[in-house]
């Protein structure tokens, strides 16, 4: 074998964007336009839920979403190519940040680009066809515990400053703070439970799509509520600055 054909042959990098755009007529725009709003109604909310869920704020989910799925937009291979949250990923991204916070995550993020490539580059995604089924298996049941387990802070409205990582640290940190239960989150919760619950049952997306609406107003009223309880509690905290700061020179 020569040192010709021994290299690794890359394909040529052609974005499917541009073969896509030949063309492009008000029929097909309008299919996109729905398209893509019914890919932001399920995106957008699941993307603040994946962040919150990560320990990270709404917003980081927000920019996230946007961010990747216009540069897969724009730089994919692909006119079927799919981007945005997953959920396997909430554990992993939990423990990064709960250990070594937010700044290394982001160099977390680029290194597991550089493997991918290197991976692509060297044709390692044949192997996956050897990993048991078992184990793929096991592995998505065990996220899935540990996302379920995640959200029973929130559910039960248990006021917990930081949630540990671990399972079983979780379990010990949830039934330490049971004192702290509130009933109308509880409820809300129940609710939106209730109503996913429903719509997949009975095949309705309406259901679907008012509890997605909910959800987020209820987020949204949330935030704009601890927004407005820290600019009281700084105003507060000026005022009272200023206060000391006149009295000894009244005095």
């Known amino acids: 074998m020569d040192a010709a054909s021994s290299r690794i042959s890359l394909a040529s990098f052609r974005p499917r964007l541009r073969d896509a755009l030949r063309g492009y007529d008000t029929t097909r725009f309008q299919k996109d336009l729905g398209a893509g709003l019914t890919v932001a109604i399920v995106a957008l909310p699941l993307a603040m839920a994946f962040a919150i869920a990560s320990g990270l ?23 079927v190519q799919i981007a945005g949250p997953a959920g396997a990923f909430i554990v992993i991204v939990y423990g990064i940040v709960e250990r070594h916070g937010l700044a290394n995550l982001l160099i977390a993020t680029a290194c597991a680009g550089v493997l991918l490539f290197a991976m692509g580059l060297l044709r390692l995604g044949n192997l996956v066809r050897y990993v048991p089924v078992s184990i793929v298996i096991g592995f998505t049941n065990g996220i899935a515990v540990l996302i ?18 671990d399972f079983f640290a979780q379990v010990t940190t949830l039934f ?18 209730g109503i996913m619950m429903a719509s997949a049952l009975s095949g309705c ?40 700061a006149v009295l000894p020179a009244a005095k």
């Not at 917990?160 to 990582?165: H, Q």
């Not at 049971?178 to 609710?191: R, W």
């Open 57 to 79: 704020s709404p917003q980081a989910g927000l920019w996230t979403a946007i961010i990747a799925g216009a540069l897969v937009s724009l730089l994919g291979g692909s006119h």
């Open 148 to 165: 379920a387990l995640s959200q029973v802070k929130d559910w039960l409205g248990l006021e917990v400053a930081k949630m540990p990582a």
């Open 205 to 244: 997306t309406v259901l679907a799509v008012v509890d997605t609406a909910a959800s987020v107003a209820v987020g949204t009223v949330g935030l704009a509520a601890d927004a407005a309880i820290g600019t009281v509690r700084i105003t507060g905290k000026a005022v009272g600055a200023a206060a000391d």
């Open 176 to 193: 330490s703070h049971l004192h702290t239960f509130n009933p109308y989150a509880f409820a809300l919760g129940t609710a939106c439970l």
